[in-house]
């Protein structure tokens, strides 16, 4: 059996999103669709103000923008996080900072932040991997206390938790990609959230030329009205989705039976939104058991990304600076799909599979 770890959906409202679009014969992204895409986002996630852009990366690129990032700045990431998440740091000029993660889980560890702020620090983002919570209270109260916006790259995260919250009223700027394998698919895509006036105004302006007045400066960052349109009906199956997920991966952590493979540790009063089932692997060779389980039909991102810590990779290798807990915890985990898509025979073939690694 070979399961897919690519999740597709086709809604009947699509259909009637995107004709509706069309009969508006208004494609760009200045119509008034994306601006009601924008304020279904807003709702949904309980935000004040949301601004769709062309994907998550150019989400990044202008929360950067907008919290004043620029060459010579310094910007606090871990190495856990893709490179997606670092590229619009370097192209703004600034230089990736590396710091440490918790032993468990892939949030920042403050203390190592402490030890890497410099007058140049200008930002911290924080990017929870596959959609498991980090500690983002923890981290906002401490970004406060030194006065440094909190960016959340929410990419994974679309839904996740924490105290019953998600994750974005946590961040200063919180950013999204809508990207085809993102939990909100619109192909290519993304979003900010903010409740800043001030930070919402300056993304508005910025993504779209600086509102041509001759003072600001701008790109061309806005979402399509097609993109948006498909936007508009899948922000209605997020809920269910996720519901689902959570029900395959208790299926599959609950009929575990091998004593070296557990689940992820989820932190105190955390939900992740299980864009993966993340497990953590014991034995003496976690690698031999990912690439046994993927040659079984089981994917895992680990080996479909080459997944390893950023500075080890040859484009990132100028801003290594050893992250002992991030070290330890990309060598004891792998991915496990869980979407909506997969049958109860599958899922039983997943359980098997883990189940009979010896
Ligand atoms: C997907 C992703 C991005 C980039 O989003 P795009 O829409 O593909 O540009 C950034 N950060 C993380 C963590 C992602 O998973």
Redesign the pocket.
């Known amino acids: 059996m070979k399961i897919s770890d690519k999740y597709s959906i086709l809604c009947d409202s699509d259909f009637d999103n995107i004709k509706k679009v069309l009969e508006t014969k208004k494609f760009s992204g200045t119509s008034e669709i994306v601006k009601k895409y924008e304020k279904k986002l807003a709702s949904f996630f309980g935000s004040k103000y949301a601004t769709a852009t062309s994907?998550?990366?150019?989400?990044?690129q202008t929360a950067l923008f907008i919290a004043g990032v620029s060459s010579g700045d310094e910007v606090i990431i871990t190495s856990t996080?893709?490179s997606?998440?670092v590229f619009p740091i370097i192209f703004a000029g600034a230089k990736p900072v590396f710091c440490d993660t918790e032993v468990d889980n892939f949030g920042l560890k403050i203390d190592d932040i402490e030890k890497s702020i410099s007058t140049r620090t200008k930002v911290i983002i924080e990017?929870p991997?596959w959609g498991y919570p980090t500690d983002v209270k923890k981290l906002s109260d401490f970004a406060k206390s030194k006065k440094l916006p909190l960016i959340l790259?929410l990419?994974?995260a679309h839904g996740t938790k924490l105290n019953e919250k998600y994750l974005s009223s946590y961040g200063d700027i919180s950013?999204f990609?809508?990207?085809d394998?993102?939990i909100i698919a619109t192909g290519?895509?993304?979003f900010i959230l903010t409740d800043n006036k001030e930070y919402h105004e300056r993304t508005v302006s910025f993504i779209q030329f600086g509102n041509m007045n001759g003072i600001d400066f701008g790109l061309n960052y806005k979402l399509g009205a097609l993109q948006a349109g498909l936007g508009m009906s899948r922000i209605d199956y997020v809920k269910e989705q996720l519901e689902k997920r959570n029900k395959n991966a208790k299926y599959i952590v609950n009929n575990i039976k091998n004593n070296f493979v557990e689940e992820f540790k989820i932190i105190d009063r955390g939900n992740p939104n299980y864009y993966s089932l993340l497990l953590m692997l014991t034995s003496s060779n976690n690698l031999r058991i990912i690439k046994l389980l993927d040659e079984r039909g089981v994917p895992s991102d680990v080996v479909r990304y080459n997944y390893k810590l950023l500075y080890e990779y040859p484009i990132f290798k100028r801003f290594k600076k050893i992250c002992v807990n991030s070290e330890k915890l990309v060598k004891n985990i792998t991915t496990i799909p869980v979407h909506p898509a997969l049958s109860g025979e599958e899922l039983e073939y997943i359980v098997d599979q883990i189940n009979n690694i010896k």
């Open positions: 994907s998550g990366t150019t989400a990044i996080c893709p997606m998440s990017v991997m790259d990419a994974q950013c990609s809508t990207h394998r993102k290519e895509g993304g």
